[in-house]
């Protein structure tokens, strides 16, 4: 719990500037209009995908409504991109809106996950920004996960940090620190999703 919260406190200090100057950008309670309705979570972790043992990792965690989910969501996808933010970063909460139509469309065969790094047990503020921002994708609690901490967490200095994975869980490519400049978010997520994937179909 104290290297969780330490590594809570130096993406705080990290990001400080630039949540500060965000905050005024993105109020919490900017809406979508339209919520893409979301595909159930429970479907990705009834079994395993691939056989045990074929994963790159593991891991189990609980989404904010209390579905569990674990590796064998990227086995039912090609590419799953993993967005980790907190609730108390301005830049995260700036580009909820657009992650939240960024879901809306991506095609079947991409998969997204949201992971938290507010401390577990204290995960209002996460849900009330993710519920006032029309965000249907799932969210997981991050810090609550050993195998999301060790996997993936703890290679993280700064938020939002967006990583992808291909179907074995396997982290494709180098990891993307900050929001896309110069372009709207979707669009930009968008041509990074398929580069990603342009990548795994030349392996």
């Not at 577990?120 to 195998?147: R, V």
């Amino acid at each position: 719990m104290k290297k969780a919260f330490a590594i809570c406190m130096i993406m705080a200090l990290l990001l400080a500037a630039g949540c500060a100057k965000k905050v005024a950008e993105a109020p919490v309670n900017q809406t979508v209009s339209a919520a893409p309705a979301a595909p159930a979570v429970s479907a990705a972790t009834e079994a395993p995908a691939k056989p045990t043992g074929d994963y790159a990792f593991s891991f189990s965690a609980q989404t904010l409504g209390g579905e569990t989910v674990t590796e064998a969501f990227f086995g039912q996808h090609d590419l799953t991109m993993v967005n980790v933010w907190a609730s108390w970063c301005g830049p995260c909460r700036g580009e909820l809106p657009e992650l939240g139509e960024l879901y809306g469309k991506l095609p079947q065969n991409v998969g997204f996950l949201s992971v938290t790094i507010d401390e577990p047990g204290d995960l209002k503020a996460a849900q009330d920004i993710l519920a006032q921002n029309g965000c249907t994708f799932p969210c997981l609690d991050g810090q609550a996960s050993e195998g999301l901490t060790k996997n993936v967490l703890n290679g993280i200095m700064a938020i939002p940090t967006p990583l992808f994975f291909d179907s074995p869980g396997n982290q494709g490519g180098a990891m993307i620190v900050g929001v896309p400049q110069g372009s709207s978010v979707v669009d930009a997520y968008m041509a990074e999703i398929q580069a990603r994937l342009d990548l795994l179909n030349a392996k």
